[in-house]
Each structure stands twice: as C-alpha cells, then as structure tokens.
C-alpha cells in the first residue's frame, strides 16, 4: 500500500467500523454488509475501500446491490422490524434526510469517526462518503469546434443542436 493510500484505508477502515459500533445484529461479527447502487461504483469500493477493510481486520465486506427506491423501502421496513440486514447504506444525501426517522443518530458520535471524515461531512444521520461534481462534456468533433461553455449553452439548442443527457436523480420516495 502506497503512503497516500494508507490514509484512505485507515479512514474506510473507521467507516466501516461504523458498523460493527452501530449495530447489533448478525452480520457485525462476522462480516460488514453494505447496500449499494451496484456496478463500477460497488466495484471500486470494492477493490479500493473494502479490500483495504479486509486485509487490515479479517473481517469480509459483502455487498448488496439495490435501487435508490428499494434501500429507501428496506431501510424503512428494517428499522419498523427492528431487525437490521445491512449494516451500511449508500445514499444520496437528499434520501438519507428523508430517511433520517429511520436510521441513527449522531453515528460519527457513536463511532468517534470525526478525525477521519472530510470536515462538515458527519451529519445527523451518517457520515459523507463521496464528494463530487457533474462535468460538462461534449464530442470535440460537433458544432464545428464551437465548445460549450456553460449551463446556458447547455440548454442552448439552437447553437447547439442535438440530443442531451443527464444522470437521473430521480427521486422514488415521493
């Protein structure tokens, strides 16, 4: 491991003892179970995050991969049963907060994660576990070089004719 990586393992590590403090349920000694959306993003925490969680504790990082609508439902339907299966949840922030009746309060408290979690990202239902932005990209080869440079021109499809896409954030609980 690289001297820039052992930071991110250590702090991957506290995140996911997130769950073995947390929770009390079957997977905590076993095994970390962690809800996700599933493809290249479950693949990368897998080969960088969980793999790192792994070889440091012994402990194995399974891995459950669910729609934004059916977390929502799970998460909700586990915390009425109180009868947790997963003992981390991927989600957007705008459904955490929808969910927050559901899930614990003040977790980075619980689980004295605070000197690993990027500064204002412990929040009263978890912790922020990816920080990012929405890139502009347009093919080089259209609108004669013509490049967009903003929203505006996004939307502008009189100088710049042709299809848009946009990745839906759909938002399933409502």
């Given at each position: 491991m690289t001297r820039n990586a052992r930071p991110t393992a250590r702090g991957a590590a506290a995140t996911l003892a997130l769950a073995g403090a947390l929770w009390a349920?079957?997977?905590?000694?076993?095994?970390?179970?962690?809800?996700?959306g599933g493809g290249l993003f479950e693949r990368g925490l897998s080969d960088n995050i969980?793999?790192?969680?792994?070889?440091?504790?012994?402990?194995?990082?399974v891995f459950v991969a669910a729609s934004p609508g059916e977390r929502a439902a799970r998460v909700a339907a586990m915390s009425e049963a109180r009868r947790f299966e997963w003992d981390i949840v991927l989600s957007s922030e705008t459904h955490a907060r929808q969910l927050?009746?559901?899930?614990?309060?003040?977790?980075?408290?619980?689980?004295?994660i605070h000197d690993v979690v990027i500064e204002g990202g412990c929040r009263e239902f978890g912790a922020l576990g990816v920080i990012g932005g929405l890139p502009m990209v347009q093919r080089a080869d259209?609108?004669?070089?013509?490049?967009?440079?903003?929203?505006?021109?996004?939307?502008?499809?009189?100088?710049?004719?042709g299809p848009r896409s946009l990745p839906n954030y759909g938002n399933p609980m409502v």
């Open positions: 349920g079957p997977a905590t000694a076993e095994e970390v179970i962690i809800a996700t969980a793999a790192a969680f792994t070889h440091e504790t012994g402990i194995p990082v927050s009746e559901h899930l614990l309060a003040d977790p980075c408290d619980l689980a004295d259209m609108f004669d070089g013509v490049a967009m440079e903003s929203w505006a021109d996004f939307f502008d499809v009189a100088r710049f004719p």
